[in-house]
Nanobody, 126 residues
Framework: QVQLVESGGGLVQTGGSLRLSCVAS????????MGWFRQAPGKEREFVAA????????WFSDSVKGRFTISRDNAKNTVSLQMNSLKPEDTAIYYCAAQYYTTIVYYARLDKYDYWGQGTQVTVSS
């Protein structure tokens, strides 16, 4: 079992920045690909970013590429999402998720993630 707790959400103006953090507890953090997803009101949950076990490889959705970065600190069991140049369309609940290591990493598929956090609200005002 892995427990994930997100923090860092809030209200920010267009063009501003926020940094989300997710702390994991339970099983070995380094055995999990970590991802961030988001869900806006009335929409399906969607992939935002993911990072490999060591942190050497990252993936981003086209909508956030160049504005968001993802990082992990395996010594602190933490994954972070730095969000810059925020837009109103980034408004959503952001979820941290963990996918147990497999040979093929399905980084963008919600159904391949084994554990989820409770989410943190991000609101970008225009």
């Amino acid at each position: 079992q892995v427990q994930l707790v997100e923090s860092g959400g809030g209200l920010v103006q267009t063009g501003g920045s926020l940094r989300l953090s997710c702390v994991a507890s339970g099983r070995t953090f380094t055995q999990y690909t970590m991802g961030w997803f988001r869900q806006a009101p009335g929409k399906e949950r969607e992939f935002v970013a993911a990072i490999s076990l060591s942190g050497a490889v990252t993936w981003f959705s086209d909508s956030v590429k160049g504005r968001f970065t993802i990082s992990r600190d395996n010594a602190k069991n933490t994954v972070s999402l730095q969000m810059n140049s925020l837009k109103p369309e980034d408004t959503a609940i952001y979820y941290c998720a963990a996918q147990y290591y497999t040979t093929i990493v399905y980084y963008a598929r919600l159904d391949k993630y084994d554990y989820w956090g409770q989410g943190t609200q991000v609101t970008v005002s225009s």
